[in-house]
């Protein structure tokens, strides 16, 4: 496993992770691949260590992944529900990740509605001065580094099965559709996928995705020129795309007046077949679930495997949190 150059303690964003970090993820992750097509698929890896689940808001997918990486690595695992929990009582964010702390907790993978608790988590750890790694499993309106780097290796590993790594996207158009203003996957996304040289389509309503979201996302670091591009209309994004990651529709942005219905807004943003042959002919589709079908994207098309990678991508999500859970909990052995 490529270990000898990864130093991060914790994995809070994509926004300061180099190009060495992506790459080595990526390497870690296909060694993990291949663990799990084995018939034994158990590794001693981080066995002895304690992995505590902390999602204080609903989650299947991410939560699962988590907690079955955790098991294939040989870690104990602890899962924690908001619901069934002291913080019914009164108990703090803080004082909750301090009790699991006090039983042994080696990582803590947190996933919050509100943006930036996994870092002040993470910063209470520091200021203890105990060893325990986060992994930020999504948080607020702010980021989601797990299915960032999940959706990296899913598309790498399509290029190139043997050595997934981030120069393959370069010069690649791949387009991001659907609600980016608050969404943490897009965030991410545009995070690994400018790091690696790709051109970076993004295209939604005007309601949900404002002319002043890039420069939000990137004030401290300009986007490299000819990278980051919006668009108001769907065509100007697929034409010529390689690939197509669509988000799923929150619902409840109904209620703000966001969108005038459901079926508009598939009508001009969903994907459909129609709408990919203005893509090249080899697109592959994406989304990080749970899809509205019929809303985000044609029911037809997310079951046609020709064209899409959402099985791929939960795949891939066990393999990717393995290889964070190793890279993070390795130096603790």
């Not at 993004?202 to 002043?212: E, N």
């Not at 100007?236 to 799923?248: E, H, K, S, Y």
């Not at 203005?278 to 029911?299: A, D, T, W």
Request: with cysteine; aromatic share 6%; net charge neutral.
């Amino acid at each position: 496993m490529p270990t000898s150059t990864w130093t991060r303690h914790h994995v809070l964003s994509l926004a300061d992770f180099t190009a060495a970090e992506y790459d080595i993820v990526l390497q870690t992750a296909a060694s993990f691949q291949e663990v799990l097509s084995r018939r034994t698929k158990k590794v001693p890896a981080l066995q002895g260590q304690v992995v505590a689940n902390l999602f204080f808001e609903p989650s299947t997918r991410t939560r699962s992944s988590f907690e079955l990486a955790a098991k294939r690595l040989s870690a104990d695992t602890l899962n924690f529900a908001a619901s069934t929990s002291s913080m019914t009582k009164g108990e703090t964010i803080l004082d909750t990740a301090k009790t699991y702390l006090a039983m042994g907790t080696d990582i803590m993978v947190i996933r919050h509605k509100e943006a930036g608790v996994p870092n002040a988590i993470a910063q209470e750890m520091d200021r203890l001065g105990v060893r325990v790694s986060v992994l930020n499993a999504g948080d607020g309106q702010h980021e989601h580094p797990s299915q960032g780097l999940l959706d990296l290796f899913t598309i790498c590993s399509l290029i190139d099965p043997a050595n997934p790594r981030l120069e393959l996207l370069k010069g690649k158009k791949i387009a991001i559709v659907g609600d980016i203003l608050h969404s943490r996957v897009a965030r991410s996304n545009i995070w690994s996928l400018i790091a690696s040289g790709a051109q970076v389509h993004l295209a939604a309503p005007p309601t949900l995705l404002p002319k002043f979201f890039a420069e939000y996302i990137f004030e401290d670091e300009p986007v490299p020129p000819g990278q980051l591009f919006i668009h108001w209309e769907l065509e100007p994004a697929l034409q010529n795309a390689d690939f197509v990651m669509t988000l799923r529709l929150q619902k409840e942005r109904m209620t703000a007046h966001l969108l005038p219905s459901l079926r508009e807004y598939h009508q001009l943003f969903g994907i459909t077949r129609a709408k990919l042959q203005r893509c090249q002919p080899n697109v592959k589709v994406l989304h990080p679930g749970p899809v509205n079908r019929g809303v985000e994207i044609s029911s037809d098309l997310m079951d046609d495997p020709e064209f899409s990678l959402i099985q791929s991508q939960v795949t891939s999500g066990v393999a990717v949190r393995m290889a964070l859970l190793y890279l993070i909990g390795s130096g603790k052995t």
